[in-house]
C-alpha cells in the first residue's frame, strides 16, 4: 500500500496483487509489471524464471510431467504438468 499526499491530505493507494492463471502449459500473469515469474520442484530446485515485463504475460512452460511452484512477489501457487 502507498501513501500520496495531495494537497495536505493523505490517500492510500491499494495495489492489486497480482494474479497466476494456469490453462494446459500457458501461464497467465496479471498486474505484475516489473517483477519475476520463479518456476520450482516440489524438490525446492530452481527450474526457470521469468521477468514480467508488462500488465499482463502469457508465458509457454515446456516443462516435463509433474508438480511445480510458481511464485510471484507475495503469490504462490502450486500447478500440476500433464
Do not use: H
Not at 37 to 55: D, N, Q
Not at 77 to 82: E, F
Amino acid at each position: 500500500m502507498n501513501m500520496v499526499m495531495e494537497m495536505g491530505v493523505a490517500e492510500q493507494i491499494e495495489e492489486q496483487a497480482p494474479t497466476i492463471s494456469v490453462d494446459a502449459n500457458t501461464i497467465n500473469v496479471q498486474n505484475a509489471s516489473g517483477m519475476t515469474l520463479e518456476v520450482v520442484s516440489l524438490t525446492g530446485r530452481a527450474v526457470a524464471t521469468y521477468k514480467i515485463e508488462g500488465p499482463a504475460q502469457r508465458i509457454e512452460l515446456n516443462l516435463p510431467k509433474g508438480c511445480y511452484i510458481l511464485k510471484v512477489g507475495k503469490v504462490v501457487r502450486k500447478i500440476t504438468v500433464r
